[in-house]
């Protein structure tokens, strides 16, 4: 196996004041996700809007508790700046992507961290083709910050309401993501919703398709998302499906734009065996589709895979944002990451867990295939993925530290390992991926850059 350099990934959450790898998140309370500060991003976005000549935000939000204030801050900062505010509640991040584009609106706002623990949260964009902020945008908000707040005058306030039709509007558009094709009936499904965003919407969809369905992590409380369950979590899922004799499990995380699953065996499928199914199925379908976007931390043996079935493959920087600029760059319509995000362009225009999930599975229908076959068929190397966690000032060191592990391995175990150092984005960590053809000599590479971090931190 050919080495592939370390990252020099350094994220621009180290870089910027405000913008990760997905939108603005921190901890509650913390800088930038402070009353104060959401407040100004709020009123700041709402003069870059009605500049432009916009005049309406819709405004969903994940099942933390903090949604409550962030919902309500930057509700009121929005209405400051003249701006009409669509409040649509309690609703997976790509359905606002998808509702701010069929609903007209000028801009949407995710309040959410996504895979995050309960008390962090975030602010997502997306602009009025459900498409994520492009950065000279972001760079503008950043700009701006500088400024002072403002209200414009009384007469010129906005106003708020609650779009009625949206969470049906949604759940109708997954459904037709499969265009009356797909048939459910003979399949029992357990869906892992981790007290998230997709809790009763994710039932509605399954079970409307035919499928008899059992859920887990469908109880949300405000402090218990991602908890233990969900995408980054499948633990309770897979024991779940066997004790079930289910056919299949589901797993979304906190906000719903990531899926994973596991077959009937318990055996887990991630993003690389959704991405190596959808590609699959389109080239024997003969579909143009270009070709397969990844990233850095994307399988080598979804690479091999795909080569083998001479289906062109890229890579890109870590996030789901980049792989859908790389994506629009190259004219390919799929593309995504290991963590599960999928993009599927032909049929929405960001990551959507239920939408991916239900691909897989028209796919796996039309060919007549189950998840177990493409466990089997899909062989990936070994890979370990240790995060670290790390104050975000001092995650440029911690890049740092790993050189010294690196520079003791020989020459020949570089060339038999990719190895990816990074700091999150989205999280105070610093994620070391390694991978190799030996499981042993992977672990053990990788305990030791997380320990070199470790030391330093």
């Not at 633990?235 to 004790?243: D, F, G, W």
């Not at 239920?354 to 599975?361: D, E, K, P, R, T």
């Amino acid at each position: 196996m050919t080495s592939t350099p370390r990252s020099t990934d350094h994220s621009d959450s180290v870089h910027r004041k405000l913008f990760g790898t997905d939108g603005i998140r921190g901890q509650v309370g913390q800088f930038p996700i402070t009353p104060e500060t959401c407040l100004k991003i709020a009123q700041i976005t709402g003069r870059i809007v009605k500049e432009r000549g916009g005049k309406e935000v819709l405004i969903g939000k994940d099942t933390r508790i903090s949604g409550y204030l962030l919902e309500s801050i930057l509700q009121g900062g929005f209405i400051a700046s003249g701006i009409n505010v669509g409040l649509l509640g309690v609703i997976p991040t790509p359905a606002i992507a998808y509702l701010t584009r069929t609903m007209g609106a000028d801009l949407g706002i995710a309040i959410s961290a996504s895979h995050n623990p309960y008390h962090d949260n975030g602010i997502k964009f997306f602009d009025q083709d459900g498409l994520k902020l492009p950065d000279s945008t972001e760079a503008q908000i950043e700009l701006m910050m500088r400024s002072g707040l403002s209200t414009v005058q009384g007469s010129e306030l906005g106003k708020a309401s609650r779009p009625g039709s949206a969470r049906n509007d949604y759940v109708n558009f997954c459904i037709d993501s499969v265009r009356g094709e797909l048939d459910l009936r003979d399949l029992h499904i357990v869906l892992d919703c981790a007290h998230g965003a997709t809790y009763s919407i994710a039932p509605q969809v399954f079970a409307t398709l035919g499928a008899k369905v059992e859920t887990i992590g469908s109880d949300p409380n405000g402090i218990n998302i991602n908890h233990r369950c969900g995408s980054t979590d499948c633990n309770s899922l897979q024991r779940e499906v066997t004790r079930l004799r289910a056919d299949l499990g589901i797993a979304f995380d906190g906000d719903g734009d990531r899926v994973v699953m596991v077959d009937k065996k318990g055996e887990l499928l991630d993003g690389d065996h959704i991405l190596y199914c959808l590609a699959r199925a389109q080239r024997l379908s003969h579909g143009d589709f270009g070709g397969v976007v990844g990233t850095v931390m994307t399988n080598r043996g979804l690479e091999t895979a795909l080569n083998e079935l001479d289906i062109p493959f890229c890579r890109s920087d870590v996030g789901d944002r980049n792989v859908q600029n790389k994506m629009t760059e190259l004219g390919w319509s799929l593309g995504g990451e290991n963590s599960g995000h999928i993009v599927c362009h032909q049929e929405t225009t960001t990551g959507d867990g239920i939408v991916s999930a239900l691909q897989v599975l028209l796919a796996c229908q039309e060919n007549r295939w189950n998840l177990s076959d493409i466990v089997r068929e899909l062989r990936l190397f070994p890979q370990k993925l240790v995060n670290v966690g790390v104050k975000d000032s001092l995650k440029s060191a911690a890049c740092s530290a790993v050189d010294g592990v690196l520079s003791r391995l020989t020459p020949a175990e570089l060339d038999r390992h990719r190895i990816v150092v990074r700091p999150s984005g989205t999280e105070s960590v610093v994620r070391v991926l390694v991978e190799g053809q030996d499981p042993e000599s992977v672990d053990r590479i990788a305990e030791s850059c997380a320990q070199a971090i470790t030391s330093m931190s």
